[in-house]
């Protein structure tokens, strides 16, 4: 059974750097895509990016310029960098596998809320 | 962008009460559509993906159908357990995006 664990600073100020981990483990990192999402309090979700197991990536158009998403095959572990963060990026983010055209695997979310 | 909008944004209804979701999609993608539950402070939790395939594990009561634009979801016998915010989701194109949710409640 795939599960994945993700952890990571929950308080932010604005400007700071948010930084979140996911850990895979029962499947390889070296299949599938591996993303990331995050929902705003009380609102839907929007996807942020991902990489593949090339460590190629994509990246939502809007948030481009600040997100950055890597691989540690070595630890089955992903990652998400995002920078000069606002109270807009208020949301509780979740890490998540993508097999073709849907997500079948996704963290338990965390909470990071950017506050001065 | 695909943008996708769902109907109801909410919805009232009872244990045992039929219920159907809809998602509209802005162009077409054939049956690239996904749907989610999810619980108060959980993660979503897939129940269907293209269109109309039920992920293991997901009860019978729901059914997924429609191609092209349009797309419903189907909750034959509303358990007390089904009540939750439910989401399409499609990847025809990139990037991925979600509709904005149906909350359904007790009646």
């Known amino acids: 059974q795939v599960h994945l664990q993700q952890w990571g600073a929950g308080l932010l100020k604005p400007s700071e750097t948010l930084s979140l981990t996911c850990t895979v483990s029962?499947?390889?990192?070296?299949?599938?895509?591996w993303s990331w999402i995050r929902q705003p309090p009380g609102k839907g979700l929007e996807w942020i990016g991902e990489?593949?197991?090339?460590?190629?990536?994509n990246y939502k158009r809007t948030l481009r310029s600040r997100v950055t998403i890597s691989l540690d095959t070595s630890k089955n572990q992903f990652s998400l960098k995002l920078s000069s963060v606002t109270a807009a990026d208020t949301s509780t983010y979740y890490c998540?596998?993508?097999?073709?055209?849907?997500?079948?695997?996704w963290g338990q979310g965390i909470l990071v809320t950017v506050a001065s | 962008d695909i943008h996708l909008t769902q109907s109801p944004s909410f919805l009232s209804a009872s244990v045992g009460d039929r219920v159907s979701i809809t998602c509209r999609a802005s162009?077409?993608?054939?049956?690239?559509l996904a749907w989610y539950q999810q619980r108060p402070g959980k993660a979503p939790n897939l129940l269907i993906f293209?269109?109309?395939t039920l992920q293991r594990g997901v009860p019978s009561r729901f059914s997924g159908s429609g191609s092209g634009t349009e797309f419903t979801l189907t909750i034959s016998s509303l358990q007390p357990e089904d009540f939750a915010t439910y989401y399409c989701?499609?990847?025809?194109?990139?990037?991925?995006?979600f509709g904005g949710g149906t909350k359904v409640e007790i009646k």
């Open positions: 998540a596998r993508r097999a073709v055209d849907y997500f079948d695997y």
């Open positions: 029962g499947g390889s990192l070296r299949e599938f895509y």
């Open positions: 990489i593949n197991p090339n460590g190629s990536v």
């Open positions: 162009q077409g993608i054939n049956t690239y």
């Open positions: 293209g269109a109309s």
């Open positions: 989701q499609q990847l025809n194109s990139f990037p991925p995006t």
